[in-house]
């Protein structure tokens, strides 16, 4: 069984940047798709980017496109978010997820968070300004 462990959340001003990493304890197959996620206090969570395992295909929420990217190791099984130009909105719980089945499916890079199946417990973003 898989499991989603993430990392490399913390406090940073605004403006500043930090490298969020999922580790998973077993093998990313190739027809995953691999997203982050983020929730603030009192809202929804919300879509924040998504890659495609086999196809490197990404997709970014609109609020991110252009300061945040998302990437893989394929040889560690580690999905990372590099987070730049960091802003107070930015501040969240930001959690990694794999969607095992709707992908394999419908080989669709969703940015439904209802598709994903498997959610790590997610680590604390601070952006103070």
């Known amino acids: 069984q898989v499991q989603l462990v993430e990392s490399g959340g913390g406090l940073v001003q605004a403006g500043g940047s930090l490298r969020l990493s999922c580790a998973a304890s077993?093998?990313?197959?190739?027809?995953?798709?691999m997203g982050w996620f983020r929730q603030a206090p009192g809202k929804e969570r919300e879509f924040v980017a998504a890659?495609?395992?086999?196809?490197?295909?990404?997709r970014y929420a609109d609020s991110v496109k252009g300061r945040f990217t998302i990437s893989k190791d394929n040889a560690k099984n580690v999905v990372s978010l590099q987070m730049n130009s960091l802003k107070p909105e930015d501040t969240a719980v930001y959690y990694c997820?794999?969607?095992?089945?709707?992908?394999?499916?419908?080989?669709?890079?969703?940015?439904?968070?209802?598709?994903?199946?498997?959610w790590g417990q997610g680590t604390q973003v601070t952006v103070s300004s």
């Open positions: 997820a794999a969607d095992r089945r709707y992908a394999l499916l419908t080989r669709v890079v969703t940015t439904d968070a209802g598709r994903y199946d498997l």
């Open positions: 077993g093998r990313i197959l190739s027809n995953y798709v």
């Open positions: 890659i495609s395992w086999n196809t490197d295909i990404t």
